[in-house]
């Protein structure tokens, strides 16, 4: 075969290197698609432990002295409540009561029987798509000597002449934002329960809930700008339409600071001005990814300190394990002992020094070593430029100084991971409603999610705090709203909180 002219040598090489890369570029399309989404990777197993479908060992070791230890430990309390079949259930759970008749009691005989006990069943059950309609009776009163007529009112609803009670707008914001049920299927469960609501009355609610708490989630937000810690993120949607037939990419911005807060800011940009606008006034350590925004930001901050993930500097090397398996190997372990390091601070609730000088001891000598090693690996006059692991050695040493803070900061952790876990509310929503048709939907989704996500955070149950805030926040003083975010009420009204008419039935 002759050999390939030399004109064509160099066309022919650059088109090979364009195929593989294509064929990465494929192969993580298809991952994306079809691959395993979680960042877990098996353990190998030690030799020393057992097989559970190994063969039995024959071999007795010698017999070895041994001695009885007593100790004394505090008896586990358990919250729930444990019935005689297995069932758990905690004291916020109702329990409807129905009694068995015994036939023998209300016979001609019914005098030779006597109840000498009771057996309790308990049974789970449920209510399918409960909807009550709550009728106030209103007396009308006729003055004897003056004959004035008055009527007693109904108690005024959140939104004026709204025919919802606080507890159904609630359920709409709770199956919407919490459970990812859209409107439209709501609509449908109501029409099935013989409630007859336009689709476009059910969007106005949760727009006017948005609107009326939207102070509260401005108080969040002022109130994550004082964390010294705070982390941040962004996440596309889309919102709006851009042309007729495209909508158009926007993005929401995760902040979440260090009193277990977060507020979903959403804008039509990813520039750099965006969070210009979100940081004014920000002091502290920044906890980012690798998007040149927040470096950029934090350059021309002084007050501002910029640390990074170490979750996304090992996803670089993940997607250069097929070139690369066995130093690859090598990153991700250096990788996995600084995690192991970071499991055990938790484990050992280590706070302030007792964490700094952990870190210090255990973490940073590790962190020399790799990056050692990363300077040893970017020496190599074999390594291709735009290989996917010469890109992950590359992200690496650009991002040192930052992915370092962690060292220097007890309070700053590895990686942005419960950002990450705080934002997975927006994609699980995106695979229900798609996108929102307007910017303004968009904005209440940040708003309403903003409040939701925290209360979970705070230990809060969602709907107990809605129905008490949306039939406060009109009547609280503008001046103190912030006793209305989720980690301040939880301390001023978590006891005493407000219900709705429909709790109220009865009582």
């Given at each position: 075969?002759?050999?390939?002219?030399?004109?064509?040598?160099?066309e022919?090489?650059?088109l090979?290197?364009?195929v593989?890369?294509?064929?990465?570029?494929l192969d993580w399309?298809k991952?994306?698609?079809?691959?395993?989404?979680?960042e877990r990777?098996?353990?190998d197993i030690p030799?020393?432990q057992?097989?559970l479908?190994a063969?039995?060992?024959t071999?007795?070791?010698?017999?070895?002295?041994?001695e009885?230890?007593q100790y004394?430990?505090?008896?586990?309390?358990r919250?729930n409540a444990?019935?005689?079949?297995?069932?758990?259930?905690d004291a916020?759970?109702?329990?409807?009561?129905?009694?068995?008749?015994?036939?023998e009691?209300?016979?001609?005989d019914a005098d030779?029987?006597i109840?000498i006990?009771?057996?309790?069943t308990?049974?789970l059950?449920?209510?399918?798509?409960?909807?009550?309609?709550?009728?106030?009776i209103?007396p009308?009163?006729?003055?004897?000597d003056?004959?004035?007529i008055t009527?007693?009112?109904?108690?005024?609803?959140?939104?004026?002449k709204?025919?919802?009670d606080?507890?159904?707008?609630?359920?709409?914001?709770?199956?919407k934002?919490?459970y990812h049920?859209?409107?439209?299927?709501?609509?449908q469960?109501l029409?099935?329960?013989?409630?007859t609501l336009?689709?476009?009355?059910?969007t106005?609610?949760?727009?006017?809930a948005a609107?009326?708490?939207?102070?509260?989630?401005?108080a969040?937000?002022r109130?994550i700008l004082?964390?010294?810690v705070?982390?941040?993120?962004?996440t596309?949607?889309k919102?709006?339409?851009?042309?007729?037939?495209?909508?158009q990419?926007?993005?929401y911005?995760?902040?979440?600071g260090d009193?277990d807060e977060?507020?979903f800011?959403f804008s039509v940009?990813?520039?750099?001005k965006v969070?210009?606008?979100?940081?004014?006034g920000?002091q502290?350590?920044l906890v980012t990814?690798?998007y040149s925004v927040y470096?950029?930001?934090?350059?021309?901050n002084?007050?501002?300190?910029?640390?990074q993930c170490?979750m996304h500097?090992?996803?670089y090397f993940i997607?250069a394990?097929?070139?690369?398996p066995i130093?690859?190997a090598e990153?991700?372990?250096?990788i996995?002992?600084?995690?192991h390091h970071?499991?055990t601070?938790?484990?050992?609730k280590?706070?302030?020094?007792?964490?700094l000088?952990y870190?210090?001891?255990y973490c940073?000598?590790?962190t020399?070593?790799?990056?050692q090693?990363c300077?040893?690996?970017?020496?190599?006059?074999?390594l291709?430029?735009q290989?996917?692991f010469?890109?992950?050695?590359?992200?690496?040493?650009?991002?040192?100084?930052e992915?370092?803070?962690f060292l220097?900061?007890a309070?700053?952790?590895m990686d942005?991971?419960?950002?990450?876990?705080s934002?997975?509310?927006?994609?699980?929503g995106?695979?229900n409603?798609l996108?929102s048709?307007?910017e303004?939907g968009?904005k209440?989704?940040?708003?309403?999610q903003?409040l939701?996500?925290?209360?979970i955070?705070?230990?809060?149950?969602p709907?107990?705090?809605?129905?008490?805030?949306?039939?406060r926040?009109?009547?609280?003083?503008?001046?103190?709203?912030d006793?209305?975010?989720?980690?301040?009420?939880?301390?001023?009204?978590?006891e005493?909180f407000?219900?709705?008419?429909?709790?109220?039935?009865?009582?």
């Amino acid at each position: 075969m002759p050999a390939c002219p030399p004109q064509y040598a160099q066309e022919i090489t650059l088109l090979k290197q364009e195929v593989d890369a294509l064929k990465k570029q494929l192969d993580w399309f298809k991952q994306q698609l079809f691959g395993q989404k979680s960042e877990r990777r098996p353990v190998d197993i030690p030799p020393e432990q057992g097989q559970l479908f190994a063969q039995p060992d024959t071999h007795k070791d010698p017999v070895v002295a041994t001695e009885t230890i007593q100790y004394t430990r505090k008896k586990k309390q358990r919250n729930n409540a444990i019935t005689d079949s297995g069932l758990r259930f905690d004291a916020s759970v109702p329990i409807e009561e129905i009694h068995i008749k015994a036939p023998e009691l209300s016979g001609v005989d019914a005098d030779r029987y006597i109840v000498i006990d009771e057996h309790i069943t308990y049974r789970l059950a449920q209510r399918p798509s409960s909807y009550v309609v709550l009728k106030y009776i209103q007396p009308v009163i006729k003055h004897k000597d003056t004959l004035v007529i008055t009527t007693k009112s109904a108690p005024v609803p959140v939104f004026e002449k709204s025919l919802a009670d606080v507890s159904f707008i609630t359920g709409l914001i709770i199956d919407k934002f919490l459970y990812h049920l859209p409107l439209y299927r709501q609509h449908q469960k109501l029409q099935l329960n013989g409630i007859t609501l336009s689709r476009s009355t059910l969007t106005n609610y949760v727009h006017r809930a948005a609107l009326l708490l939207e102070p509260i989630f401005k108080a969040i937000l002022r109130s994550i700008l004082q964390s010294k810690v705070l982390a941040m993120d962004e996440t596309p949607v889309k919102a709006g339409r851009k042309k007729k037939g495209k909508m158009q990419q926007a993005w929401y911005w995760p902040l979440l600071g260090d009193q277990d807060e977060i507020a979903f800011h959403f804008s039509v940009s990813r520039a750099r001005k965006v969070v210009d606008d979100l940081l004014q006034g920000f002091q502290g350590t920044l906890v980012t990814d690798g998007y040149s925004v927040y470096r950029a930001y934090a350059k021309d901050n002084e007050a501002t300190i910029h640390a990074q993930c170490w979750m996304h500097a090992r996803r670089y090397f993940i997607k250069a394990e097929k070139e690369e398996p066995i130093l690859v190997a090598e990153a991700l372990e250096y990788i996995r002992i600084l995690y192991h390091h970071d499991n055990t601070i938790k484990d050992k609730k280590l706070r302030d020094k007792a964490c700094l000088d952990y870190r210090t001891r255990y973490c940073k000598p590790i962190t020399d070593q790799f990056f050692q090693w990363c300077q040893q690996q970017a020496q190599r006059i074999d390594l291709f430029p735009q290989s996917l692991f010469a890109k992950a050695i590359q992200y690496a040493r650009n991002q040192e100084t930052e992915l370092r803070v962690f060292l220097s900061n007890a309070n700053v952790p590895m990686d942005t991971g419960h950002v990450e876990r705080s934002l997975r509310v927006i994609p699980m929503g995106k695979k229900n409603w798609l996108f929102s048709w307007t910017e303004v939907g968009a904005k209440d989704i940040g708003i309403l999610q903003s409040l939701i996500v925290s209360c979970i955070m705070q230990g809060i149950n969602p709907s107990v705090y809605l129905i008490d805030v949306l039939q406060r926040v009109s009547q609280h003083p503008a001046s103190k709203v912030d006793e209305l975010t989720p980690k301040n009420w939880k301390q001023k009204y978590g006891e005493n909180f407000l219900k709705s008419d429909l709790d109220r039935v009865g009582q």
